[in-house]
């Protein structure tokens, strides 16, 4: 597909268990952003990749929250012993290269539960 | 600091009437602004950006914005509403050498037919 993937969609998952979302970018996008959007909320940065620089992780709310980007392509969201406060939509986006004048663009999310 | 505030959590329109979605950022330097348009179930979707020159600029789906410095504003339009505009719209700012975009809270529109 020519647009960026998330996967799952949906996720539910018990209070304290870890938890992976997997984000796949459009091909040749060298940025890759997470945020989080909660019910009612407008969107939080979590992480920013930008080719084989070091990652911006001023957004992560917590230590339990890591993020990877394997090859400068996939990245996998990582929460660990997830709490309720966790539970929203997860998007991915990716951009090209001049990241300042270019717009990302999104994932459909991964809509996490916990309970 | 960059933020961005839209004022309106919800604006109602009626069809064929002119629309406006506010939106004021704060940055310093230049910013680089940017609309975005979430359907419901889909993800965001990019409708129109400001970078630099000419104030008023045209996007998608019949979109523009107008970029005031002086009032530190953005604000979306259209001419005239239609039906399948009702969406949640999300300004976003960035600021010249950052990193990330930062977003408002949305604006949800709804056009009345």
């Known amino acids: 597909g020519a647009g960026v993937s998330q996967s799952p969609s949906n996720k539910v998952t018990e209070k304290g268990k870890d938890v992976e979302l997997r984000c796949d970018p459009i091909s040749g996008h060298t940025a890759l952003y997470w945020y989080r959007q909660s019910l009612g909320q407008g969107l939080e940065f979590l992480i920013y990749f930008q080719g084989n620089s070091a990652p911006d992780k001023s957004g992560l709310p917590s230590d339990r929250f890591s993020a990877e980007r394997t090859g400068g392509s996939v990245s996998t969201l990582t929460i660990q012993r997830t709490q309720q406060e966790d539970s929203a939509v997860y998007l991915c986006?990716?951009?090209?290269?001049?990241?300042?004048?270019?717009?990302?663009?999104f994932g459909q999310g991964t809509r996490l539960t916990v309970v | 600091a960059q933020s961005v505030a839209q004022p309106e959590d919800q604006v109602n329109v009626a069809e064929g009437n002119p629309l406006t979605v506010k939106c004021t950022y704060s940055?310093?330097?230049?910013?680089?602004l940017f609309w975005y348009v979430q359907y419901p179930n889909r993800g965001l979707q990019f409708l129109l950006k400001?970078?630099?020159?000419?104030?008023l600029v045209k996007g998608s789906y019949g979109f523009e914005a107008e970029f005031n410095k002086s009032q530190t504003s953005f604000h979306l339009k259209k001419p005239s509403a239609l039906v399948s505009d009702s969406a949640l719209y999300f300004c976003a700012v960035r600021r010249t050498g950052a990193n990330n975009l930062f977003f408002g809270t949305g604006t949800r529109l709804t056009v009345i037919p």
């Open positions: 940055v310093s330097g230049n910013p680089y």
């Open positions: 400001y970078i630099t020159g000419d104030n």
């Open positions: 986006a990716s951009s090209a290269r001049g990241i300042e004048r270019t717009e990302a663009f």
